[in-house]
């Protein structure tokens, strides 16, 4: 046997021998990741009585068994070392490695975008349904007052169509069922007129109509639907029978509706002939005509209520029962 075994002890019975704790070589096996050490020479072991029993002592292990066992270890990551200067630099490196990509940033920007566009849009339409009639009212509302002051200090008389410039006012019209007071200027022009929340007379070329003074004629006005003081927002409200009333420097004329088309061509003139057409009525009279733009929001066709005089009444007898109630 070449195989190395530990001495029986002399005292030992063989019962002992069979139980004795002791592995053979075959039974006692080292771990796989750990190889066994070389056993070096023996030794006697001193002291001991009877012959001596030679020990064997494990020889050091070799360099690659060790290696075996080694992990290296990385140092741990810890605040940058050195000054100020070096933790700016670390800093600099951290902040560039958090960069975003171009898609990243490229979407980012034109989310903010489409907010900021979705911002101004909200803003404009604040602006066109809402200050614009602020201002417009508060324009048109002057303007009707400075045309009352004027009339009692002048005590003025009407005069003929004509004799009024572009954007002069000259009368005022009511709308009693609609609470609706304006001025009536000269002309239809949007910006000297209808945008200042005034209700314009068709008095130029071709559309050149009558005033209410006239013996005949069908007087006739426009006036916005929406925005800019919107005096015509709820004209398709009136209904047979309903007055409208138009004061001028010396006289209060009383009309009263008697029918309405609800759509028509912007390019229909024959709604405010001397005798409207689609009117019903048959023969020359003095009438009104009310123009203004439908659908709502929009200036595709023209909305029309026609009225005629029922009244004529002199200021200074004092207003008409259609604005006393």
Same mark, same amino acid.
């Given at each position: 046997?070449?195989?190395?075994?530990?001495?029986?002890?002399?005292?030992?019975?063989?019962?002992?021998?069979?139980?004795?704790?002791?592995?053979?070589?075959?039974?006692?096996?080292?771990?796989?990741?750990?190889?066994?050490?070389?056993? +070096?020479?023996?030794?006697?072991? =001193? *002291? &001991?009585?009877? #012959?001596?029993?030679?020990?064997?002592?494990?020889?050091? $292990?070799?360099?690659?068994?060790?290696?075996?066992?080694?992990?290296?270890?990385?140092?741990?990551?810890?605040?940058?070392?050195?000054?100020?200067?070096?933790?700016?630099?670390?800093?600099?490196?951290?902040?560039?490695?958090?960069?975003?990509?171009?898609?990243?940033?490229?979407?980012?920007?034109?989310?903010?975008?489409?907010?900021?566009?979705?911002?101004?849009?909200?803003?404009?339409?604040?602006?066109?349904?809402?200050?614009?009639?602020?201002?417009?009212?508060?324009?048109?509302?002057?303007?009707?007052?400075?045309?009352?002051?004027?009339?009692?200090?002048? +005590?003025?008389?009407?005069?003929? =169509? *004509? &004799?009024?410039? #572009?954007?002069?006012?000259?009368?005022?019209?009511?709308? $009693?069922?609609?609470?609706?007071?304006?001025?009536?200027?000269?002309?239809?022009?949007?910006?000297?007129?209808?945008?200042?929340?005034?209700?314009?007379?068709?008095?130029?070329?071709?559309?050149?109509?009558?005033?209410?003074?006239?013996?005949?004629?069908?007087?006739?006005?426009?006036?916005?639907?929406?925005?800019?003081?919107?005096?015509?927002?709820?004209?398709?409200?009136?209904?047979?029978?309903?007055?409208?009333?138009?004061?001028?420097?010396?006289?209060?004329?009383?009309?009263?509706?008697?029918?309405?088309?609800?759509?028509?061509?912007?390019?229909?003139? +024959?709604?405010?002939?001397?005798?409207?057409?689609?009117?019903?009525?048959?023969?020359?009279?003095?009438?009104?005509?009310?123009?203004?733009?439908?659908?709502?929001?929009?200036?595709?066709?023209?909305?029309?209520?026609?009225?005629?005089?029922?009244?004529?009444?002199?200021?200074?007898?004092?207003?008409?029962?259609?604005?006393?109630?």
């Amino acid at each position: 046997m070449t195989s190395l075994r530990p001495e029986r002890d002399p005292w030992l019975t063989p019962q002992d021998t069979e139980q004795s704790p002791w592995l053979t070589p075959q039974q006692h096996q080292e771990p796989s990741w750990y190889p066994a050490a070389p056993m +070096g020479p023996t030794e006697p072991v =001193a *002291g &001991a009585e009877g #012959p001596a029993r030679a020990v064997s002592q494990p020889l050091p $292990p070799e360099d690659h068994a060790t290696m075996t066992l080694r992990r290296v270890r990385e140092p741990a990551a810890g605040p940058p070392t050195g000054g100020r200067a070096e933790r700016r630099k670390a800093a600099r490196r951290a902040q560039r490695a958090r960069k975003d990509s171009v898609g990243v940033i490229v979407s980012r920007l034109t989310g903010e975008l489409f907010i900021t566009v979705g911002a101004l849009m909200l803003l404009f339409v604040a602006y066109q349904l809402w200050w614009t009639n602020v201002i417009a009212q508060r324009q048109a509302g002057g303007a009707a007052n400075n045309l009352q002051h004027a009339w009692e200090e002048s +005590g003025g008389e009407d005069r003929a =169509a *004509g &004799a009024f410039s #572009p954007g002069q006012g000259f009368a005022i019209i009511y709308i $009693p069922k609609l609470d609706v007071k304006a001025p009536i200027a000269e002309g239809i022009g949007k910006h000297k007129v209808l945008d200042r929340g005034m209700v314009g007379h068709y008095a130029e070329g071709p559309l050149k109509t009558a005033m209410p003074w006239d013996a005949k004629g069908n007087f006739s006005l426009a006036g916005h639907r929406n925005t800019h003081g919107e005096p015509f927002r709820y004209v398709n409200r009136l209904r047979p029978g309903d007055k409208i009333v138009v004061e001028t420097s010396s006289t209060f004329y009383t009309y009263e509706m008697t029918s309405r088309l609800d759509q028509t061509p912007p390019a229909n003139v +024959g709604v405010i002939a001397p005798v409207p057409v689609g009117s019903g009525f048959q023969g020359p009279g003095r009438y009104l005509t009310l123009t203004t733009c439908t659908p709502e929001f929009t200036s595709t066709y023209r909305m029309i209520v026609w009225g005629k005089m029922v009244d004529e009444r002199p200021r200074s007898k004092g207003r008409p029962d259609a604005l006393v109630g």
